[in-house]
């Protein structure tokens, strides 16, 4: 693993807060040097600098709205360019909980090109800069949700749902070459105050299923270095969310979220 790491990066988006400040901080600590990607805005060089100055690894950084096409067109056309990677983390996501016929076209549009374009195309286009590493990784970060349609939110759960099937498909497609493809999908995290109060206003299923990044990050990582296709982590939410019929989860996960509204 740190043979992989010397002259070569990992690339996270959504690195500025969250999980994906978790992963980063996480590879960081292995020795592993990081790009981090994420919105303008969000304090992403004082990031970069705690984890260069902590763990005295290479640290590059890059702010750009993922929603838009040219965009991430232009940061993977830099990468390719400028960077050896062997570790590809699609953490960056967006969604919400609102009733469908109150959202404007363009917070669809949003979800859509986040969770489903940039993953697919990030993938697609460093593929070829994972293919040349001696040993390479993708990790997709899908949801919960994936397994379970919910009203007020529609449009998160299918596109999370896209992006388990992707990470499967492309498991099985890779499996003979030198690129390791995992997904997790883990149910809400403590990614900062306000995102936390809104989950606990779910009531006893929303404290129970809520999350420390730190912890999901360290426990995604081992596995998937370990090569773990499909990473399990929290198998109190995995299992309301596949093994309940859906005559009884979906009501019941759309009464638990409609609290956040």
Same mark, same amino acid.
């Given at each position: 693993?740190?043979?992989?790491?010397?002259?070569?990066?990992?690339?996270?988006?959504? $690195?500025?807060?969250?999980?994906?400040?978790?992963?980063?901080?996480?590879?960081?600590? +292995? #020795?592993?040097?990081?790009?981090?990607? &994420?919105?303008?805005?969000?304090?992403?060089?004082?990031?970069?600098?705690?984890?260069?100055? #902590?763990?005295?690894? $290479?640290?590059?950084?890059?702010?750009?709205?993922? &929603?838009?096409?040219?965009?991430?067109?232009?940061?993977?056309?830099?990468?390719?360019?400028?960077?050896?990677?062997?570790?590809?983390?699609? *953490?960056?996501?967006?969604?919400?909980? +609102?009733?469908?016929?109150?959202?404007?076209?363009?917070?669809? *549009?949003?979800?859509?090109?986040?969770?489903?374009?940039?993953?697919?195309?990030?993938? /697609?286009?460093?593929? %070829?800069?994972?293919?040349?590493?001696?040993?390479?990784?993708?990790?997709?970060?899908?949801?919960?949700?994936?397994?379970?349609?919910?009203?007020?939110?529609?449009?998160?759960?299918?596109?999370?749902?896209?992006? /388990? &099937?992707? &990470?499967?498909?492309?498991? !099985?497609? =890779?499996?003979?070459?030198?690129?390791?493809?995992?997904?997790?999908?883990?149910?809400?995290?403590?990614?900062?105050?306000?995102?936390? $109060?809104?989950?606990?206003?779910?009531?006893?299923?929303?404290?129970?299923?809520?999350? !420390? %990044? +730190?912890?999901?990050? !360290?426990?995604?990582? +081992?596995?998937?270095?370990?090569?773990?296709?499909?990473? =399990?982590?929290? %198998?109190?939410?995995?299992?309301?969310?596949? =093994?309940?019929?859906?005559?009884?989860?979906?009501?019941?996960?759309?009464?638990?979220?409609?609290? !956040?509204?």
């Amino acid at each position: 693993m740190k043979t992989d790491s010397v002259n070569s990066f990992a690339v996270i988006t959504g $690195a500025s807060q969250g999980l994906g400040k978790a992963f980063a901080i996480s590879l960081a600590k +292995r #020795k592993h040097n990081v790009v981090l990607i &994420s919105l303008p805005n969000q304090n992403l060089e004082e990031v970069a600098n705690y984890i260069k100055t #902590k763990y005295n690894v $290479a640290v590059a950084y890059f702010e750009t709205d993922l &929603s838009l096409d040219e965009n991430v067109t232009a940061i993977t056309k830099h990468l390719n360019e400028n960077y050896a990677i062997h570790i590809l983390i699609n *953490n960056a996501g967006t969604g919400g909980t +609102r009733k469908i016929d109150n959202v404007s076209l363009d917070y669809i *549009n949003t979800i859509i090109q986040v969770n489903v374009k940039a993953t697919t195309v990030f993938t /697609h286009q460093l593929l %070829p800069n994972l293919k040349k590493q001696p040993k390479s990784y993708i990790l997709n970060v899908s949801s919960i949700a994936a397994f379970s349609p919910v009203g007020y939110k529609t449009v998160y759960p299918a596109s999370k749902a896209f992006i /388990h &099937s992707f &990470s499967l498909g492309l498991s !099985e497609e =890779l499996k003979n070459s030198n690129v390791s493809v995992s997904v997790i999908n883990p149910g809400a995290m403590k990614t900062n105050p306000e995102i936390t $109060a809104r989950i606990e206003k779910q009531g006893f299923v929303g404290k129970l299923t809520l999350l !420390e %990044p +730190r912890k999901v990050a !360290e426990y995604s990582l +081992r596995k998937m270095f370990k090569g773990t296709t499909f990473i =399990l982590v929290n %198998p109190v939410s995995w299992f309301i969310s596949t =093994l309940l019929p859906n005559w009884i989860k979906v009501p019941m996960m759309t009464n638990i979220v409609k609290r !956040e509204a």
